[in-house]
């Protein structure tokens, strides 16, 4: 499966365009337990986080769209 990053910001924030912060913090808002990864304070450990986020944004989106497919199959 491929998805575009704009296609995952898109349904993680409800716009293509967002940055990797504003998925982050939306994130966040589902997940609270995810919010001590947003600290700044070393430009190495905010890459690695960003990263982590992007992950989960990715994973969030492969398990809706699995989760559709099923539901397609059931109905056929």
Known sequence: MALAPSTVNKFITGGGRAKNAEVARVLVI?????????TRDQAYKERFHMNM??????????GAEGKSKKTCRRNQ
């Open 30 to 38: 589902r997940f609270p337990e995810l919010e001590v990864f947003l």
């Open 53 to 62: 986020f992007d992950a989960v944004a990715v994973g969030m989106m492969a």
